[in-house]
């Protein structure tokens, strides 16, 4: 889509070295297209000396570089949205495939198993609480579908509460952990959200408690998420991002040990319609930057 609108594109993935791809792009790159993760760092934007602007495809920026683009002069986009029906989607099919032990039933079949030989008690979502940390366009969607698809309870924990929303706000997120049935992590990635989801939010949400992160893998402390799974601290887990992305998580065997947890391989967002969204946002952006043009969605810099 990019070349048929008439941009030059190189693709850094072919280079074996992220560093070598920026180096040899040198002068003569305008924009760059990174994600949430992967970002652009001071460093890397030091070797582009007219880069104009940086698209993030998808909601999250956290690994941009904000304080050198805005020393330069480099606007920063995003594309919030695009990909939010997907992963509240996702959200929900991960709440149910570990809270019904969809994998683990799924094993049990293709062993030879039947429904008399079936002992996994599996509890209803219907009429229960889940607690979503991060009310934001993905949260809420996910609020949407829990409240009107399944009868749930909602409380959220944000750093402040929405204003107009309707659900309960819990100002500690302990307090919403101790409260709910099932968490679900919808929040971004970055130093201000790290390992929010600690040994003591786990151990508030209980022995019958299931988390679920469609978030950031930083915003759960794995090692506190794996000592909990093994004391049977909590009742199990959905997972579709971990730390230590985006190489495959380092931590990830030990996960897949407990039948309890499901893990998806961060493509909560991957959808034809998400894809087709984030492209339209990322070319109203790119064309209106070259066209002195405001962003329909810029990254605002925070002093």
Known sequence: ALTAAGYAVREGRKYANRMDAVREAGDTVRAVLTNGRGGLSGDEMKLLPNLEIVCAVGAGYEAVDLDTARSRGI????????????????????????????????????????????????????????????????GS?????????FDMEVGYHNRTAVTGSSYRYFDSLIELATWADFLVCAAP???????????????ALGPKGYLVNVGRGTVV???ALIDALQAKRIAGAGLDVIEGEPNVPPRLPELLQFDNVVVTPHCAGRAPEARTAATALILANLNAHFAGKPLPSPVSFKA
């Open 221 to 223: 402390d794995t090692a």
């Open 141 to 149: 969607r996910i609020a949407h579908r829990a409240a009107r698809g």
């Open 189 to 203: 990635g970055g130093a201000g959200t790290r390992h929010l989801v600690n040994a003591a939010v786990l151990a």
């Open 75 to 138: 606007a920063v986009a995003n594309c919030p949205g695009t990909n939010a029906s997907a992963v509240a989607d996702s959200a929900m099919m991960l709440l149910m495939a570990s809270t019904r032990h969809l994998l683990q039933a799924d094993r049990f079949v293709r062993a030879g198993g039947w429904q008399e030989q079936w002992r996994v008690d599996t509890p209803t979502l219907s009429g229960k609480r889940l607690g979503i940390l991060g009310l934001g366009t993905i």
